[in-house]
Nanobody
Framework: WAQPVESGGGSVQAGGSLRLSCKVS?????MGWFRQRPGKGREGVAS????????GYADSVLGRFTIARNSATNTVYLQMNNLRPDDTAMYFC??????????????????????????WGQGTQVTVSS
C-alpha cells in the first residue's frame, strides 16, 4: 500500500477555515492527523476509528477541528475552523492497522503518539496569519 496522500492545505487569516483531505488505503481502521509546527516535534491532532466512528482530539483543537471519514471514497477529512496563528504547521495524515478503537482515539493525545502510527503521508502546509 502506498502512503496516504493529503491535500487542501493553504494560507488563511486567523479566524478562517480550511478543510484538509486525505486519500487512505481503506484497509486500516485507525486514521488520523498529526502536525509539526516550526521548531517543534510531531503532535497528534485528531483520530478516527473507521468501524465505530469514534474520534479523539488534542485539547488544543477540541471544539474547533472535526475529523470525519467517507468510507465509500476512502477519504479522511479534517475540518479546521476558527484557525489561529499557532495552528500554522505541516499537517500529516496517518493510518494504522495495529490500534484498536480505544487506543486509536486516545493515543492521539499522548506526547509520543507519533511512534504508534505506522503509515504517514508527505504532509500539507497550513499557514495562518494574524
Amino acid at each position: 500500500w502506498a502512503q496516504p496522500v493529503e491535500s487542501g492545505g493553504g494560507s488563511v487569516q486567523a479566524g478562517g477555515s480550511l478543510r484538509l483531505s486525505c486519500k487512505v488505503s481503506g484497509e486500516h481502521d485507525c486514521m488520523g492527523w498529526f502536525r509539526q509546527r516550526p521548531g517543534k516535534g510531531r503532535e497528534g491532532v485528531a483520530s478516527i476509528f473507521s468501524n465505530t466512528g469514534a474520534t479523539g482530539y488534542a485539547d488544543s483543537v477540541l471544539g474547533r477541528f472535526t475529523i470525519a471519514r467517507n468510507s465509500a471514497t476512502n477519504t479522511v477529512y479534517l475540518q479546521m475552523n476558527n484557525l489561529r496563528p499557532d495552528d500554522t504547521a505541516m499537517y500529516f495524515c496517518v493510518e494504522d492497522h495495529t490500534l484498536g478503537s480505544t487506543a486509536c482515539t486516545t493515543a492521539i493525545r499522548l506526547p509520543d503518539a507519533f511512534e504508534m502510527y505506522t503509515y504517514w503521508g508527505q504532509g500539507t502546509q497550513v499557514t495562518v496569519s494574524s
